[in-house]
């Protein structure tokens, strides 16, 4: 008899009614860890990140949602939309903490990893920093970008920030405290995505049809691979640093070795193209966004024998559940006036 060829089966979280652009997973927080997805609905969504479980919704913006994030113990959510604000949540309640007008669409929202410091980019070409503590005071504005704002993130403890254009190949790192460019990564096509590696030492760019590794602290290019398609997004597996996936205009999601580049898998669901991939923070699952606007969570197993060892004396298998679904009863009532409304929300969220 034949081997039948193992499909993966993802978990398919719906409830976007337009296409998925951005995801953002939080760190392991005390509660289980959180995804929270940008959709041209206009609708921010907040899941459990390991069962996909809708929690809720953030209602307000008047426009496409370009990018989300949480805060590092996943108590905030912000949002960047192209109804020229950027929004701060509160992740527990789903209310609107903060609102912040920009000139222009907000393409890129991150929260500095003290969790006090929004950073914001878009069409406006400038990156303009945020103090939470102080949200009425006017942002700093750092340095004018060179071009449209695709990408924004922190690094070296919130003393860098790092951005990319969307009409310009490249990565600029400025200098938090003199606001000036310190380094530019030089990249042939403009980069979509950029991800700070959890432990700090890689940064991950997907530009058209190439996946890089640079070194986060001495800014070296450390390895570049050609991708089958025009890719618009990349991450690297967190906990081992052995595996990454790209998604982008076939459809599929791709998983390759880090050492060498070679194919490991590829999983095919979507029926658009693929706008967002990120790994969950322990490496064991990874979801992606498309224009279908479904997002999917795909399994990263099988894990091999160490794998499993040191998955189970970390103790985190079985603890997550049972708190994440504490979470989701403390949260229940999340953004919502009457029980009816309530019940149509849970049913959207699950159909």
Known sequence: MMDKK????????????????????????????????????????????????????????????????????????????????????????????????????????????????????????????????????????VDKSPGSVRTVAWLHSDQTI????????????????????????????????AEVSQDGRYITTADGSTVKFWDANYFGLVKSYNMPCTVESASLEPKYGNKFIAGGEDMWIHVFDFHTGDEIACNKGHHGPVHCVRFSPGG?????????????????????????????????????????EEVSRKIEGFQIADEGKSREKEEAGNE
Not at 162 to 173: H, I, Y
Not at 296 to 311: C, K, S, V
Request: proline residues 4%.
């Open 284 to 324: 064991e699952s990874y979801a992606s966004g498309s224009e279908d606007g479904t997002i999917r969570i795909w399994q990263t197993g099988p894990l091999t024998h160490d794998d499993t060892e040191a998955f189970t004396a970390n103790g985190s298998s079985g603890k997550v559940k049972v708190t994440a």
């Open 162 to 193: 790092l951005s990319s254009c969307t009409d310009m190949g490249g990565v600029r790192l400025w200098d938090v405290r003199s606001g000036n460019i310190v380094q530019t990564l030089e990249t042939k096509s403009s980069v979509t995505s």
């Open 6 to 141: 193992r499909v993966a089966v993802p978990l398919v979280c719906h409830g976007h009614s337009r296409p998925v652009v951005d995801l953002f997973y939080s760190p392991v927080t005390p509660d289980g860890f959180f995804l929270v997805s940008a959709s041209k609905d206009s609708n921010p969504m907040l899941r459990n990140g390991e069962t996909g479980d809708w929690i809720g919704t953030f209602e307000g913006h008047k426009g496409a949602v370009w990018s989300c994030c949480l805060d590092t113990n996943a108590l905030r959510a912000a949002t960047g939309s192209a109804d020229f604000t950027a929004k701060v949540w509160d992740a527990l309640t789903g209310d609107e903490l903060h609102s912040f007008e920009h000139k222009h669409i907000v393409r890129a929202c991150t929260f500095s990893e003290d969790t006090h410091l929004l950073l914001t980019g878009g069409v406006e070409k400038s990156l303009r920093i945020y103090d939470l503590n102080r949200p009425d005071a006017a942002p700093r504005e």
